[in-house]
C-alpha cells in the first residue's frame, strides 16, 4: 500500500512540476492523473498494483473535503463582494460537468453495445 501511495504522489509531483515549468493554467493534480492514466495504459500491471490502495483513498474522499470547506470559511469575508461570480461560476460548472458526464456515457453505453453485439453476432 505505501508503495502504490507513493507512485500517486509521485504523478502528482510530476503534474505540478510539469504545470509549474510550463506556466500552464491547469492545476498540477489534473496533469498528474493525466500522466498517470498515459502509464496505466502502458502498463495495465500497474493499475492492478495502484487499484487496491486508489479504491481505499476514494472511500475517504469525503474527508479531503474538510480542509477546502474550513478555508473557504475563512475567506468568507473576502469571497463575500464576489458572491454573484461564485455562485454563476458553480452553476455553469456543474451544469457543464453534468452535461459532459451525460454524453460519455451515453458514449460508452453505444459502444458497449455496438462490441456486445459484434461479439454476439461473430459466435
Known amino acids: 500500500m505505501l508503495q502504490a501511495f507513493a507512485v500517486l504522489l509521485i504523478f502528482q509531483c510530476l503534474g505540478e512540476g510539469v504545470s509549474y515549468l510550463f506556466g500552464l493554467p491547469v492545476p498540477g493534480p489534473v496533469i498528474g492523473m493525466l500522466l498517470l492514466f498515459g502509464f496505466v495504459m502502458l502498463r495495465p500491471q500497474a493499475a492492478e498494483a495502484i487499484e487496491p490502495t486508489a479504491l481505499e483513498l476514494l472511500r475517504h474522499l469525503s474527508l479531503l473535503f474538510v480542509p477546502a470547506g ?32 451525460a454524453l460519455v456515457t451515453r458514449a460508452l453505453l453505444r459502444r458497449q453495445r455496438r462490441a456486445g453485439g459484434t461479439a454476439k453476432g461473430a459466435q
Do not use: P
Open 70 to 101: 474550513v478555508g473557504i470559511m475563512v475567506s468568507a469575508d473576502r469571497v463575500r463582494g464576489d458572491a454573484v461570480a461564485v455562485v454563476v461560476a458553480l452553476a455553469v460548472s456543474t451544469t457543464l460537468a453534468i452535461a459532459v458526464t
